[in-house]
């Protein structure tokens, strides 16, 4: 499948999976008479497949060392686009930041990574299901600078265009996006 068709299709089943109409809150706390719950689409075999190789396509060629953004959206999808880079043969390492580290066990902010494994010095992408103000990827990000992480790029697969672009501009960070909201408007 071209990579235009492959979009065209990963729009019909975002659109028929994951995107509603009806008043909502959102996790930025605003309101909103639309919403995009991308679980559905990412727990698809063939949403989840489509989504992970437009993002590994998008970002084959910029050199990241890893992949993940925050709980619990970045989770599957980073686990994917790591799975699809194996296989395309130029892996790309996943990891996920926990909005709070546990109170037990390794008590880690950061999981994916081994004991011995650091992200200093690495160049990460930070990865979203869907991007609004902004904020819940700038928690993943901050966590990442203070592990010493090169964060340079949020990619997220639908941009509400509520002020992300700006608030990543302010923060130094180029933001990228799969899919703009008024695409499915």
């Given at each position: 499948?071209?990579?235009?068709?492959?979009?065209?299709?990963?729009?019909?089943?975002?659109?028929?999976?994951?995107?509603?109409?009806?008043?909502?809150?959102?996790?930025?706390?605003?309101?909103?008479?639309?919403?995009?719950?991308?679980?559905?689409?990412?727990?698809?075999?063939?949403?989840?497949?489509?989504?992970?190789?437009?993002?590994?396509?998008?970002?084959?060629?910029?050199g990241y060392d890893y992949i993940g953004g925050l709980e619990m959206g970045?989770?599957?999808?980073?686990?994917?686009?790591?799975?699809?880079?194996?296989?395309?043969?130029?892996?790309?390492?996943?990891?996920?930041?926990?909005?709070?580290?546990?109170?037990?066990?390794?008590?880690?902010?950061?999981?994916?990574?081994?004991?011995?494994?650091?992200?200093?010095?690495?160049?990460?992408?930070?990865?979203?299901?869907?991007?609004?103000?902004?904020?819940?990827?700038?928690?993943?990000?901050?966590?990442?600078?203070?592990?010493?992480?090169?964060?340079?790029?949020?990619?997220?697969m639908v941009d509400r265009e509520e002020g992300a672009a700006e608030a990543?501009?302010?923060?130094?960070?180029?933001?990228?996006?799969?899919?703009?909201?008024?695409?499915?408007?």
């Amino acid at each position: 499948m071209s990579k235009s068709a492959s979009r065209a299709r990963l729009l019909e089943i975002i659109r028929r999976r994951s995107f509603g109409r009806g008043e909502v809150t959102l996790a930025s706390g605003r309101k909103s008479d639309f919403y995009f719950n991308l679980k559905p689409t990412m727990m698809d075999p063939e949403g989840a497949t489509l989504l992970a190789e437009l993002t590994y396509e998008a970002l084959k060629d910029d050199g990241y060392d890893y992949i993940g953004g925050l709980e619990m959206g970045a989770v599957p999808l980073a686990g994917a686009i790591a799975q699809i880079s194996w296989i395309k043969g130029h892996p790309i390492a996943a990891f996920f930041v926990r909005k709070k580290p546990k109170e037990h066990g390794a008590r880690l902010a950061i999981e994916g990574l081994t004991r011995d494994e650091t992200l200093a010095g690495k160049r990460i992408v930070v990865v979203e299901d869907v991007t609004t103000t902004g904020g819940s990827a700038m928690k993943a990000v901050e966590t990442l600078r203070e592990a010493g992480a090169e964060v340079s790029l949020v990619f997220t697969m639908v941009d509400r265009e509520e002020g992300a672009a700006e608030a990543f501009a302010a923060a130094g960070l180029s933001f990228r996006a799969l899919y703009k909201a008024r695409e499915f408007l």
